[in-house]
């Protein structure tokens, strides 16, 4: 399996611009969060869903943060309009509960999005 | 609620010399305890975890943690460090709040390790 994947990498924009965070989960996992790392913060849940699901997002700092997951291979994390202060790494990352047959509860993470906002 | 702590910001180590980075949790019921590494500009790996069963859990790059209940603590730990092991250690643990499934983790712990 390729692991979780994300894109793109890097992003580079102007504040008041919109970005969007796209990222592909294992094939099979029922979970998908997204994560966001900054020096000063750690590392922080935004949201999750189950099964395509949101599920808690109480971790989305404001309304210019959506997430959304139209189908079990992809979800997007969109900011508008963005601001400096979003500048982070953003991480997305999979898992399968331990309930299911081949569930193990362990989450993979993707390789992030270093976002950057002027 | 579910909590780990990791109590150390940093930890220093020479080269072939034993490590631990420390994690204590708070949990309700049966602790799922999980380590992850993150290398820099990488996402977080999964390094071992601990569900029930023998107290010495064995993980990867010869990573080992051990589970102590009445301590409540999970330590991770490596006979001899290298080099290539500095990098961000995040301890985390499971929560089950609501019935859904979502890992509460640590603020990490940098390990440097030095020739």
């Known amino acids: 399996d390729a692991g979780v994947i994300q894109s793109p990498r890097h992003e580079v924009t102007e504040m008041g611009q919109e970005v969007t965070l796209r990222c592909k989960p294992i094939?099979?996992?029922?979970?998908l969060f997204w994560y966001r790392q900054t020096m000063m913060r750690g590392l922080e849940l935004l949201i999750y869903?189950?099964?395509?699901?949101?599920?808690?997002d109480s971790g989305m700092p404001e309304d210019r943060f959506s997430a959304k997951m139209p189908n079990a291979s992809f979800s997007t994390l969109k900011i508008q309009p963005s601001e400096p202060r979003d500048s982070a790494v953003y991480f997305c990352?999979?898992?399968?509960?331990?309930?299911?047959?081949?569930?193990?509860?362990?989450?993979?993470f993707g390789p992030g999005t270093r976002l950057t906002v002027l | 609620a579910q909590s780990v702590a990791q109590p150390e910001d940093q930890v220093n180590v020479a080269e072939g010399n034993p490590l631990t980075v420390k994690c204590t949790y708070s949990v309700s019921g049966n602790p799922y305890l999980f380590w992850y590494v993150q290398y820099p500009n990488r996402g977080l790996q999964f390094l071992l975890k601990?569900?029930?069963?023998?107290?010495l859990v064995k993980g990867s790059y010869g990573f080992e943690a051990e589970f102590n209940k009445s301590q409540t603590s999970f330590h991770l730990k490596k006979p001899s460090a290298l080099v290539s092991d500095s990098a961000l250690y995040f301890c985390a643990v499971r929560d089950m709040t609501g019935g859904y499934n979502k890992l509460i983790f640590g603020a990490g712990t940098r390990l440097a390790v030095h020739p």
């Open positions: 869903f189950n099964n395509n699901v949101p599920i808690d």
């Open positions: 094939s099979g996992h029922d979970y």
């Open positions: 990352a999979s898992t399968l509960r331990s309930s299911s047959s081949r569930g193990t509860d362990t989450q993979y």
């Open positions: 601990y569900i029930t069963g023998d107290n």
